[in-house]
């Protein structure tokens, strides 16, 4: 297998972007707290900075001060509503704690249609304050919802914004357009990649006017750590089926998030439960499941270790361990490797995780960027944090395959560095006749094999 290292970057760890002052607020969040009374108020800060805590400032200043009478927190999945439960401010110098009422915590599990309704007495009750749900029941909620008048005065908080769009088939994107226009509604959009992919803008030109921004740079949060030093960012080419290359990637003394590839991409298997298995198999030898939890306990073929390892892949199972990783993961001991196919990117809290290993191509550079976010979290456990994309390698001769792999590494780079920037649209196709050639300004890439 071959590697290509495309980044390596140390950092000073002036423990800055960590220290905080005497609020508890570490820089970013201090500087969020500065622009506390913006009406609209846009954070583009990187996973790990700290936004789930500066929105809990902001959102309780406007509770006291600001005549702000609810507060709606919105994340994209279920499994991050962890970063928002009761969090201690008092005591690190903040005047109040960040408390929920269980009942309006709307990220537990529970049917969705009883979510929805509770959504909507939220809005309509005297006393509930703060709400956490997800995009989706806020866009199913905001349908019952009819009077955009009801969110007078209340604080929606939208993480992960660049899941809005501007375009008229977006109903999240609508919904936010309709209150923001409708209604004398806060609102603050979070987001680590204030870019979607895709041809659609976040929010209208005009819109986007409205905000007040607070920009804070990947190289900001990263030379400020107290105990990262450093983060790599290299591929591996393989030939033939993932599987069998997947022992010389995975490396199982790091605690480690394994991406595996879609089921309709051409790296999969179709058999994305064989695909566990043989992860399984590369890790050691499977000693017990944990019938409480859901967690394997894997002994490694390496280092005889026992591992404890989550698989969020199999859909049965998956609502324990997911509690388990919401609940009882305290400490860099509680969790070694975790797998997943659509889960654990954005939003995703485990700050020991030290490897990111990504099989398959991802067209989505914000999929990219925010699944390089999950290991690039401050730990004591670290000094170096590790994204690994494993590539299918079609031609190794093929200077084409080798200039499209190393443009989009280029573009993951640049992404970290860049307030936006675009995906290179680059589609990486097999040669079937003569007569397809490859476009000479990117676009289809036609390989031999």
């Known amino acids: 297998m071959e590697n290509k290292n495309v980044v390596d970057v140390k950092y000073h760890r002036t423990g800055q972007s960590t220290n905080t002052n005497d ?4 820089e970013m969040q201090a500087h969020v707290y500065e622009h ?3 009406q609209y108020l846009l954070v583009k800060a990187p996973p790990a900075s700290g936004k789930s805590r500066a929105l809990m400032f902001v959102a309780l200043d406007k ?4 005549g702000v009478k609810k507060v709606v927190v919105a994340v994209p999945e279920r499994s991050i509503g962890k970063s928002f439960q009761n969090t201690d401010l008092a005591k690190y110098g903040f005047y109040e704690d960040w408390q929920i009422d269980s009942q309006y915590d709307l990220t537990l599990p529970g049917g969705s249609d009883s979510k929805v309704q509770k959504f909507v007495d939220f809005i309509n009750s005297p006393t509930g304050k703060i ?5 989706a029941t806020l866009r199913f909620a905001y349908d019952k919802i009819d009077d955009d008048h009801k969110f007078d005065n209340v604080m929606l908080a939208i993480d992960e914004f660049h899941h809005v769009s501007s375009d008229d088939s977006s109903v999240l994107g ?11 509604a806060h609102i603050l959009a979070m987001t680590g990649s204030y870019f979607r992919g895709d041809s659609a803008p976040i929010l209208s030109p005009e819109d986007e006017q409205q905000f007040d921004k607070v920009n804070y740079t990947y190289y900001e949060q990263l030379d400020g750590y107290k105990y990262l030093k450093s983060f790599g960012i290299d591929y ?3 030939q033939g089926a993932y599987l069998s290359a997947l022992d010389q990637a995975l490396d199982v003394t790091k605690k480690t998030i394994i991406h595996i590839p879609s089921v309709n991409s051409s790296e999969s298997t179709k058999d994305k439960l064989n695909e566990v298995d043989a992860i399984f198999d590369a890790i050691g030898e499977v000693v017990d499941q944990d019938q409480t939890t859901g967690i394997y306990s894997i002994r490694s073929k390496v280092d005889n270790r026992v591992l404890r390892v989550a698989d969020l892949v199999t859909e049965e199972g998956r609502d324990r361990i997911q509690d388990y990783l ?3 993961v305290n400490s860099a001991d509680d969790l070694d490797i975790l797998i997943a196919l659509g889960m654990a990117k954005e939003g995703f809290d485990w700050p020991w995780a030290e490897q990111a290993l990504t099989i398959g191509y991802r067209r989505s550079l914000t999929e990219i960027v925010q699944i390089i976010g999950r290991v690039t979290r401050d730990s004591s456990n670290k000094t170096h944090a590790q994204f690994t994309n494993m590539i299918e390698q079609p031609d190794a001769k093929d200077g084409e395959v080798q200039y499209a792999v190393n443009s989009i590494l280029k573009a993951i780079t640049a992404s970290l560095l860049m307030e936006q920037v675009l995906a290179p649209e680059i589609h990486l196709k097999a040669r079937k006749h003569k007569k397809d050639k490859s476009s000479s300004n990117g676009g289809d890439i036609f390989v031999r094999g």
């Open 36 to 38: 506390r009374n913006s």
């Open 326 to 328: 919401r609940e009882q």
């Open 63 to 66: 509770l006291a001060n600001q």
């Open 131 to 135: 709400l956490i749900c997800t995009h």
């Open 23 to 26: 609020l508890g607020m570490r």
């Open 236 to 238: 591996k080419l393989y």
């Open 174 to 184: 609508s919904a936010l357009k309709n209150i923001t226009h409708n209604s004398t």
